[in-house]
């Protein structure tokens, strides 16, 4: 049929391949966020703010409809929140944020890939002054937005940085300032397309080039695993 075709069918392939593992990943945080806060997401921000992100994958709304209702199940009692911090191949510093029913089985999971990288676990807590959390807005570019005239209006609301990509824009701030500045953009009359909370390097290192093939396919490994929801590194 042509390789026209074959090129199509190969990006179908991967966007169903792509979306049968972050379905059930944003699931497990809508699940655990209605868990936690209740199931109206006016009355519920991050169930809200999770929904939010679901959608910009485009993740159907019976899917996002199923793991709300999953929080009233039993199922959800032991769904928790989880990170576990390491040192993977050539020393690269990780933490791995998981969304887990089963501790036991995500903690052996996860530890047996820095094992299998000759990579190892470190005490919870040990690279916490390695990264800053950050609070992290994308956004859509509007007609006529003066990204200067923005920045002085989002200033009191925690705003550290913006940055503009062609129609996207992405604004920064202190994960403390999450809340203020997620309803300082709303309030501008901007279109929140995601949003999160997320894991920056105080140092990075800068490795060859050869040491990164590896690193890579470390962290393939770990990000393939259904429990992990994002993985962190001080790689430059």
């Known amino acids: 049929m042509g390789r026209a075709f074959e090129y199509r069918r190969a990006a179908k392939e991967k966007r169903w391949d792509k979306m049968s593992k972050v379905f059930p990943k944003l699931g497990k945080l809508i699940t655990i966020a ?62 791995v944020e998981c969304a887990t029913d ?19 676990f470190v005490p919870s807590g040990s690279l ?51 809340g203020s500045l997620h309803a300082a953009l709303e309030d501008q009359g901007i279109e929140i397309t995601k949003s999160n909370l997320q894991r920056f390097s105080n140092s990075p290192v800068v490795f060859t080039e050869e040491q990164i093939v590896d690193i890579d396919k470390f962290l393939d490994k770990v990000e393939e695993d259904d429990d992990v929801q994002a993985v962190y590194t001080n790689m430059a």
Not at 61 to 87: C, F, L, P, T
Not at 102 to 120: H, L, P
Request: charged share 30%; no cysteine; hydrophobic share 35%.
């Open 34 to 95: 209605a868990k936690e806060g209740g199931s109206d997401p006016e009355m519920n921000p991050r169930l809200r703010n999770a929904i939010q992100n679901a959608k910009s994958e485009n993740m159907p709304k019976e899917n996002i409809e199923a793991a709300i209702k999953r929080a009233a199940g039993k199922d959800a009692d032991s769904m928790v929140e989880v990170v576990y911090e390491g040192k993977g191949p050539h020393g690269v510093l990780v933490v």
């Open 102 to 120: 089963n501790t036991t089985r995500t903690v052996a999971n996860v530890k047996s890939y820095f094992n299998r990288s000759g990579g190892s």
């Open 128 to 178: 916490d002054f390695m990264f800053t959390r950050k609070a992290v807005f994308e956004f859509k570019m509007k007609a006529g937005l003066n990204i200067e005239d923005l920045e002085l209006e989002l200033i009191d609301a925690g705003l550290e940085e913006i940055d503009v990509h062609e129609e996207t824009g992405f604004a920064y701030a202190d994960y403390t300032n999450f």
